[in-house]
């Protein structure tokens, strides 16, 4: 199929009622997404989207969403004046830097600027996304690969039973922001005590089962900055992958309120000088992954 090449004005505003879904985010929220039914993107055919949080019609409003894109579909080149992060869980996406295979996680810094595609001869990707959620200037480019298990990059996590391993994909020390990875193994059980700033659990693979309530595979979980210190009894009988964020809620709730007073989240490059905005080098997809790729699919 050929590439789809499209033009469009990326920060149209969409007729009809506000986007809010889960926007207050003093809230618990809780999404199995594998229920929720695709919402076309109004600006590129090919592009569906499963809302988590937002707020706005802008197409880089505050927001938190499972992002499909079609095989072949090219997003013109644009702006994330607030950054952007992003975990693969299927698919290939590409854009300059090279190519994200599932597993890898990545963070773009403010004024980051690129024009990602699926390429045609790829099956649709599909991704975990944050739009519009970075206000810390000066933020390092991120690009981790999950599914390298390399010991140097893992450690073990407390647990009750059982085994967790732990891979930290990002800290902030002035936001208390903290990004990272769990493997929890078959049989393991924690008791969680709620980090402050607030708390997101997005479970990748596997099942998770908080105070007896059983969390599938794509489930959502935000715990509001509120519930610092309240405890979880957690457990994976048959195991899982979880994306985990805390500390984070207090910084992106300041996001959310521009949002609410009608400042424009603009994409356009053009607001910047060409100096100012980042692009990133690239980084290919190590010989290491591809030879893996052979033996073992991604978890």
Same mark, same amino acid.
């Given at each position: ?8 004005? #990326? ?14 985010? &003093?809230?618990?929220?809780?999404? #199995?997404?594998?229920?929720v039914?695709?919402?076309p ?7 569906? *989207? ?6 706005? +019609? ?16 090219r997003?013109? /080149? ?5 950054g952007?992060e ?17 597993g890898?996680?990545? *963070?773009h ?8 595609y ?14 519009? #959620?970075?206000a ?8 981790k ?24 994909l990002?800290?902030?020390?002035r936001?208390?922001? *903290? ?7 078959? &049989? ?14 997005f479970?990748?693979? &596997? ?15 935000? +715990? ?12 994976a009988?048959?195991?899982?992958k ?13 996001? /959310?309120?521009?949002?609410?007073? &009608? ?6 490059v053009? #607001?910047?000088?060409?100096?100012e905005r980042i ?12 030879? *893996? ?7």
């Amino acid at each position: 199929m050929a590439a789809r090449m499209l033009t469009h004005d #990326q920060d149209a505003l969409v007729e009809g009622p506000t986007i809010n879904v889960n926007s207050e985010l &003093g809230r618990r929220a809780m999404i #199995q997404t594998a229920a929720v039914p695709w919402s076309p993107s109004p600006w590129i055919p090919g592009i569906n *989207r499963k809302f988590l949080d937002r707020y706005g +019609n802008g197409q880089f409003v505050p927001s938190t969403s499972v992002v499909s894109f079609a095989s072949g579909v090219r997003d013109p /080149y644009h702006a994330h004046p607030h950054g952007e992060e992003f975990y693969v869980l299927s698919g290939v996406f590409t854009d300059h830097t090279g190519d994200y295979l599932p597993g890898f996680y990545v *963070r773009h810094p403010m004024r980051w600027c690129h024009a990602p595609y699926v390429d045609p001869q790829n099956d649709d990707a599909v991704l975990w996304v944050k739009v519009s #959620q970075v206000a810390e200037e000066g933020e390092p480019i991120i690009v981790k690969d999950t599914c390298d298990l390399d010991p140097s990059e893992w450690e073990d996590a407390p647990s009750t039973s059982g085994r967790i391993r732990r891979r930290p994909l990002h800290t902030s020390q002035r936001t208390g922001e *903290r990004v990272w990875i769990e493997l929890w193994e078959p &049989g393991t059980a924690n008791l969680v005590t709620q980090p402050a700033g607030g708390e997101e659990v997005f479970v990748i693979s &596997g099942s998770l089962l908080e105070n007896g309530v059983a969390h599938p595979a794509l489930t959502w979980i935000r +715990n509001p900055p509120d519930g610092e210190g309240k405890c979880w009894a957690r457990s994976a009988p048959e195991g899982c992958k979880l994306l985990m964020k805390s500390g984070h809620l207090p910084m992106v709730s300041m996001l /959310y309120a521009q949002a609410k007073d &009608g400042s424009l989240f603009s994409s356009s490059v053009l #607001q910047y000088r060409e100096e100012e905005r980042i692009h990133g080098s690239a980084h290919g997809v190590d010989v290491r992954r591809r030879e *893996r790729e052979l033996e073992t699919p991604p978890r």
